[in-house]
């Protein structure tokens, strides 16, 4: 697009009228629901399709799918007391296959991003029974059996398995030890970054186990100390750097009826992952995938447990890395026991694939320039897919549905923005998610061939306040390269925009491999905030580099070994070009950013010292030596092989070319980020002879959040950037 038709385009858009309408506060936006969008929460589909689950107001419901009315209570928490006349307070439940028994999950406690322990009970709807999963403590990962007569979990690193019908407890293994050895859940850095926190599947007989262990010996570990007593108490945990140390990771499968377990053989290899595991249709297969260090060569592997023996299924190799976190890449099993279905980068862009058991070929199920996002599901008795693909554009999402042999694809969802859904187990019904730029959250339920059948959630009531309130949408547009590529972009202009003035302007940034910022899905709280600081006399601005996604293996690969280089210089490039407008003020242009965001922000300011005039960096990486192994080695292999890579793209390696004002925030609980790197920069700093704020919360991990921490925060944001931009 041409900047004179840019221009235009933009003065096109014209402003919303303007009228006497409510100010947001900071305290509509993080002390109160104001502006908080409605989902449905635990939303589960029925054995049989035809009707659906919720928890909703501490009762569990069934919901006939033609007919809400109908619906049935399954367990209500204001009725069925603990033995004790105690009130359980359901947080979580799965159910049965025969949805005789449910698993309540309650008391729950966080331990990091994706684990938590739990209070669980076993409730017998045909007894009306309700009595502890176990009397040895919380739980971690309480999972049924398929057949529903048994339930495994994790405790003090231990995994057990119990018999509903006897109430009987097994150990499954007796020697986890914290920071040492871990049964069945994973340790730190594959929660992270392989996305799992549950380390054992059930086998489809239910007399199996299959489950990791983790020897966290040899991995050093990090101290953070937590604040508040009289003496500050140390909280250490295994934490592998990159380059340093990881878990050795083995596998293992329990015959339960046996009471024996069998080494499954990962090989010799110790310094390799095995991010994922997942049994086969045949109960004496399970799959797990095998990848390299440097993440870029993977395997998929088969072990029969009656041969005692592995057999390659699958290979895949490239010239950067593999990332098995990506949807798709744990392989789903159709029901013949011959073909899985699996995702890849291999063609330039992800896309799905079918794969043969027996033979390892494999054919493309989905083609061309565009990327698909999510798989969900499988529909046997059709032959059909169906998945979400930035095909329409990499900006939003749209559902689809495919033959198993590629032909047949058929649009889901119809309007613009983002898409997303959730399939009923026969596939006759679905849920669709939307939103937009200017549209909040709808949930609608749909007949697979007769259409809606009714909306569940409009979110009306949040549309009905934001017009009580002068709001302002992102508006999407698109900055060239001088490469004749394009960085996608959204501006937020203030209702009384005069494109005469001069404003200043604030860019927000994340920038991190495959991420994206600029969406076209209804924003979250940042949003109102930028709102209250439209009306301050800022605009908003916020652009995706090179290295994020959507946009295919070249566009988000280009980063490779270089964390920090490519993405800073487009984040300049930007603000030039943001500048050079008419309306904007060059020499009033700040950048914001968290974790990723922040590692950006802060380098911008620096190595852009002649164009940022402020900066905000919250809970920045400052050097990836200090991140964990698994995400930094991905993109940048080890710093003993890339030390320049790790060190020249630090924003500790161009402290001295700071001109403008930075704020730097971080949070001393931080279990992910570590303070130790606004420590580093600081000291960088400070040696440098540069002036710079800084704030720590103490305590508080990566979200900074908790009580009041988020309004105290954003004042202090806002207070920062009328004081310095």
């Known amino acids: 697009m041409k900047i004179k038709q840019l221009l235009v385009g933009f003065l096109l858009l014209g402003s919303t009228a303007a009228f006497a309408q409510k100010d947001i506060s900071l305290e509509d936006i993080w002390a109160k629901p104001t502006f908080r969008q409605k989902s449905i929460q635990n939303l589960n589909w029925s054995q049989d399709g035809q009707s ?15 007919d809400p009315s109908k619906s049935e209570t399954l367990f209500d928490e204001a009725i069925h007391k603990t033995g004790t006349g105690g009130t359980i307070h359901v947080q979580q439940f799965s159910l049965s296959a025969d949805e005789q028994t449910i698993l ?47 339930v495994a979990f994790v405790r003090d690193n231990n995994l057990f398995w119990t018999d ?8 499954i293994t007796t020697n986890g030890k914290f920071n040492h050895i871990i049964h069945g859940s994973c340790d730190w850095v594959y929660e992270e970054e392989f996305s799992f926190a549950k380390a054992f599947a059930w086998s489809p007989d239910s007399k199996k186990i299959a489950f990791y262990t983790f020897d966290e010996s040899q991995v050093p570990e990090y101290n953070m100390q937590m604040w508040g007593d009289l003496y500050p108490k140390d909280y250490r945990y295994k934490y592998p750097k990159a380059g340093e140390a990881n878990s050795i990771v083995s596998l293992s499968v ?30 004496d297969i399970v799959g797990f995938i095998r990848l390299n260090r440097l993440q870029n060569h993977m395997e998929l592997l088969h072990y029969s447990i009656s041969k005692a023996s592995n057999s390659l299924i699958y290979e ?4 950067t890395s593999i990332e098995i976190e990506a949807v798709g890449n744990d392989f789903t099993y159709l029901n013949d026991g011959k073909t899985f279905i699996f995702s890849s980068e291999r063609s330039g862009f992800k896309h799905l694939y079918q794969g043969e058991i027996a033979t ?37 999402r749209q559902v689809y549905s495919i033959k198993l042999d590629g032909t047949g694809k058929k649009a889901i969802s119809i309007l613009a923005g983002t898409n997303s859904a959730s399939f009923s187990t026969d596939f006759s019904y679905y849920i669709l998610n939307h939103s937009s730029a200017k549209k909040p959250l709808s949930i609608a339920l749909y007949h697979a061939t007769k259409g809606l059948v009714r909306e569940l959630e409009d979110n009306q009531k949040l549309q009905a306040q934001i017009t009580e309130y002068q709001i302002s949408p ?34 927000h940034v994340y920038g991190g491999p495959g991420s994206q910022q600029v969406l076209d899905s209804y924003p979250g709280a940042d949003f109102y905030w930028y709102q209250m600081l439209l009306k301050k006399g800022y605009l908003i601005y916020c652009v995706d580099n090179r290295g994020t996604g959507g946009r295919g293996v070249a566009f988000k690969k280009i980063t490779y070994q270089n964390l920090g280089r490519i993405e800073v210089q487009d984040q300049i490039f930007a603000a030039k070009f943001i500048g050079n407008l008419p309306y904007v003020d060059a020499s009033r242009i700040g950048i914001w950013g968290w974790s990723y965001g922040g590692f950006m922000s802060s380098n911008c300011l620096m190595q852009g010292a002649d164009v940022f005039k402020a900066a905000i960096s919250v809970a920045p990486v400052t050097n990836w030596r200090f991140y964990d192994s698994i995400y930094t080695e991905r993109y940048q292999r080890t710093p003993q092989e ?8 630090s924003p500790v390696y161009h402290v001295n070319k700071l001109k403008g004002n930075l704020l730097l925030v971080h949070g001393t609980g931080d279990d992910n980020v570590h303070f130790q790197n606004a420590v580093a920069l600081e000291d960088a700093l400070i040696k440098a002879n540069k002036q710079f704020q800084t704030f720590y919360y103490p305590n508080r991990n990566h979200g900074i959040s908790g009580g009041n921490t988020r309004l105290h925060l954003y004042n202090m944001l806002t207070n920062f950037l009328e004081k310095n931009l």
């Open 52 to 66: 659906y689950l919720e928890l909703k107001e501490g009762k569990i419901l069934k919901y006939n799918i033609l």
């Open 104 to 150: 309540i999950g309650t008391a729950s406690e966080a331990i990091y991003r994706r684990s938590s322990k739990e209070t669980n009970y076993i409730f017998s709807r045909a007894n009306n029974s309700l009595r502890l999963l176990s009397q040895g403590g919380k739980q971690m990962h309480a999972t049924l059996s398929p057949d529903g007569k048994r």
């Open 164 to 171: 509903i019908a006897s109430g009987k407890e097994t150990a």
């Open 254 to 283: 329990t015959l339960l009826d046996e009471n024996k377990i069998q080494t499954i053989p990962v090989g010799p290899e110790k310094n390799q992952y095995i991010p994922r595991l997942k049994w086969t249709k045949n109960p």
């Open 316 to 319: 895949e190799h490239a010239e």
């Open 360 to 396: 390892g070929k494999f054919s493309p199920i989905t083609s061309g320039n565009w990327e698909v996002d999510d798989l969900y599901g499988y529909n046997e008795k059709t032959k059909t897919l169906y998945f979400n693909s930035t095909e329409v554009s990499p900006i939003g």
């Open 474 to 507: 992102r508006e999407f547009f698109e900055i060239p390269l001088a490469n004749g590529d394009h960085l996608n972009a959204y501006w937020i202009k203030p209702a009384n925009f005069d494109p005469n003035k001069k404003y200043p302007v604030l860019m």
């Open 642 to 649: 890339n030390p320049t890579g790790y060190d020249e793209n």
